[in-house]
């Protein structure tokens, strides 16, 4: 199984980082020149992969296997391309990494047995750089560029091909190892821990169960969770979609106040010529803003995966059931909806993290239709006579209850085969930018806070 180890990078000395720098604005400059021949090819019913080569104008300043690296990265991208267009699904060809002028996505990518990397107190990255740069740099012939390494490998494997990138607007270079790990590796448990389980063995890579959990995932509760345990779990997300809102409204006030600015070519032409002036719309203000945002909410998801995937796992829980995303993606008639679901919690992405997450575990995720679970009631089956306001589903025959728990239920009894134990008083947890925690109470882990019953009450069968 592929994982990833990330890590910061520091060059030791000035340089050294013009040096790096130099070496990933190289490479980004090979792959724009890349893409542009092959978009020209592809744009005039020409082939893409009849490309030039460009190992001679590269080779001194990259060296010859990263500039192979950085064309076979180029494509890659085009062969997702033409698989995505053959699905019939949506696609743009590959574009570019920035331009000279206003600025290159600087990035490279190195062959996995042409870097070293030594992990302990001082760890060190070291990796090739072409003739050009060591005379220029002051690099003995066989020298390569060492770099200092800040942090620790969580995984342990073969490693792949690693991508290096620079961040311009925090000013630090970060490295992507991708390393292959044995599947027998992935479980922490060890066997000697369940001596009462017989035939361990086979429980390895494996809960020690065969318990069943259904997720409706929304975006005001990010995730309800019901177990044939009898176990719910409702993430509430408000609270973090409202610091999203503020980011998103305070980039909005500062690209308001950006001022208009006119390209190269337009400044040398009259202004009788009648163009109007380029507005600009980023600054590193606001690219800052961007990525705090995003990271943000990826630390906020990342832990919520693994917090719920790590509770349904010491359940026993082998199978996972949770809505295709169709009718969650459908464009709503509300902004405020809109900008929850596809910009807020970015569903996609969760549920491919989620399903990252369960097959490390061991747990099979299983997409299904979850289609009027949300407005079904439990008791009496009917969804056209149910009202769903903010968290409560109330119906006619005199049912309440909290709306994404009962919905959550409801997608796990129409699913599992399982008997469903009756369900406890729900668990309820809140972000504190660390953990999926809350305020403690008494006799409660403080990672456990419990529903309201007047707003969640118990919806046994």
């Given at each position: 199984?592929?994982?990833?180890?990330?890590?910061?990078?520091?060059?030791?000395?000035?340089?050294?980082?013009?040096?790096l720098?130099?070496?990933?604005?190289?490479?980004?400059?090979?792959?724009?020149?890349?893409?542009?021949?092959?978009?020209?090819?592809?744009?005039?019913?020409?082939?893409?992969?009849?490309?030039?080569e460009?190992?001679?104008?590269?080779?001194?300043?990259?060296?010859?296997?990263?500039?192979?690296?950085?064309?076979?990265?180029?494509s890659e991208?085009?062969?997702?391309?033409?698989?995505?267009?053959?699905?019939?699904?949506?696609?743009?060809?590959?574009?570019?990494?920035?331009?000279?002028?206003?600025?290159?996505?600087?990035?490279?990518?190195?062959?996995?047995?042409?870097?070293?990397?030594?992990?302990?107190?001082?760890?060190?990255?070291?990796?090739?750089?072409?003739?050009?740069?060591?005379?220029?740099?002051?690099?003995?012939?066989?020298?390569?560029?060492?770099?200092?390494?800040?942090?620790?490998?969580?995984?342990?494997?073969?490693?792949?091909?690693?991508?290096?990138?620079?961040?311009?607007?925090?000013d630090?270079?970060?490295?992507?190892?991708?390393?292959?790990?044995?599947?027998?590796?992935?479980?922490?448990?060890?066997?000697?821990?369940?001596?009462?389980?017989?035939?361990?063995?086979?429980?390895?890579?494996?809960?020690l169960?065969?318990?069943?959990?259904?997720?409706?995932?929304?975006?005001?509760?990010?995730?309800?969770?019901?177990?044939?345990?009898?176990?719910?779990?409702?993430?509430?997300?408000?609270?973090?979609?409202?610091?999203?809102?503020?980011?998103?409204?305070?980039?909005?006030r500062?690209?308001?106040?950006?001022?208009?600015?006119?390209?190269?070519?337009?400044?040398?032409?009259?202004?009788?010529?009648?163009?109007?002036?380029?507005?600009?719309?980023?600054?590193?203000?606001?690219?800052?803003?961007?990525?705090?945002?995003?990271?943000?909410?990826?630390?906020?998801?990342?832990?919520?995966?693994?917090?719920?995937?790590?509770?349904?796992?010491?359940?026993?829980?082998a199978?996972?059931?949770?809505?295709?995303?169709?009718?969650?993606?459908?464009?709503?008639?509300?902004?405020?909806?809109?900008?929850?679901?596809?910009?807020?919690?970015?569903?996609?992405?969760?549920?491919?993290?989620?399903?990252?997450?369960?097959?490390?575990?061991?747990?099979?995720?299983?997409?299904?239709?979850?289609?009027?679970?949300?407005?079904?009631?439990?008791?009496?089956?009917?969804?056209?006579?149910?009202?769903?306001?903010?968290?409560?589903?109330?119906?006619?025959?005199?049912?309440?209850?909290?709306?994404?728990?009962?919905?959550?239920?409801?997608?796990?009894?129409?699913?599992?085969?399982?008997?469903?134990?009756?369900?406890a008083?729900?668990?309820?947890?809140?972000?504190?930018?660390?953990?999926?925690?809350?305020?403690?109470?008494?006799?409660?882990?403080?990672?456990?806070?419990?529903?309201?019953?007047?707003?969640?009450?118990?919806?046994?069968?």
């Open positions: 199984m592929k994982r990833v180890n990330t890590f910061e990078v520091i060059p030791q000395t000035e340089n050294d980082k013009e040096c720098l130099r070496l990933l604005d190289a490479s980004a400059s090979l792959w724009n020149e890349l893409t542009y021949e092959r978009r020209q090819n592809y744009f005039g019913d020409g082939d893409v992969w009849d490309t030039s460009y190992r001679g104008r590269y080779n001194g300043v990259v060296g010859s296997a990263t500039v192979q690296q950085v064309t076979r990265k180029n991208a085009w062969r997702s391309f033409f698989a995505l267009k053959e699905n019939g699904e949506y696609a743009n060809p590959p574009s570019y990494w920035g331009n000279e002028e206003d600025g290159r996505e600087l990035r490279t990518y190195i062959r996995n047995n042409q870097y070293t990397i030594e992990w302990g107190k001082r760890s060190r990255l070291e990796i090739p750089v072409g003739q050009e740069l060591k005379d220029e740099y002051g690099l003995g012939y066989h020298e390569r560029l060492h770099l200092e390494v800040r942090g620790n490998p969580k995984w342990d494997g073969k490693q792949g091909r690693l991508e290096l990138e620079y961040d311009e607007v925090s630090t270079f970060r490295a992507f190892q991708p390393v292959t790990v044995p599947d027998s590796r992935l479980d922490s448990r060890k066997i000697e821990d369940f001596p009462e389980v017989e035939n361990a063995k086979r429980f390895r890579n494996s809960p169960a065969s318990e069943e959990a259904a997720l409706d995932v929304g975006a005001n509760n990010l995730v309800a969770c019901s177990t044939t345990t009898g176990n719910q779990y409702l993430y509430d997300g408000r609270e973090l979609f409202g610091r999203f809102r503020e980011t998103t409204d305070e980039i909005a500062l690209q308001s106040k950006l001022p208009e600015r006119r390209s190269l070519s337009e400044s040398r032409k009259t202004e009788s010529s009648g163009r109007l002036c380029e507005k600009r719309y980023s600054s590193k203000r606001i690219r800052r803003l961007y990525r705090q945002r995003t990271k943000r909410r990826d630390h906020a998801q990342n832990a919520l995966v693994r917090d719920l995937v790590e509770r349904l796992y010491d359940e026993g829980v199978t996972v059931y949770v809505g295709d995303l169709t009718d969650v993606l459908e464009t709503h008639w509300s902004v405020r909806v809109n900008e929850k679901t596809h910009n807020f919690w970015a569903f996609k992405k969760f549920i491919h993290r989620l399903a990252c997450v369960c097959k490390e575990y061991g747990i099979s995720l299983e997409a299904e239709s979850e289609a009027w679970t949300s407005q079904t009631c439990p008791e009496c089956g009917d969804h056209e006579k149910t009202i769903r306001h903010e968290d409560t589903l109330t119906c006619p025959c005199g049912f309440e209850g909290h709306a994404d728990l009962t919905a959550s239920e409801t997608f796990l009894r129409e699913n599992s085969d399982c008997e469903i134990r009756p369900m008083r729900p668990v309820r947890f809140e972000w504190d930018d660390h953990d999926w925690s809350g305020k403690p109470h008494p006799h409660e882990s403080p990672k456990e806070v419990r529903t309201n019953p007047q707003v969640a009450p118990w919806v046994g069968s």
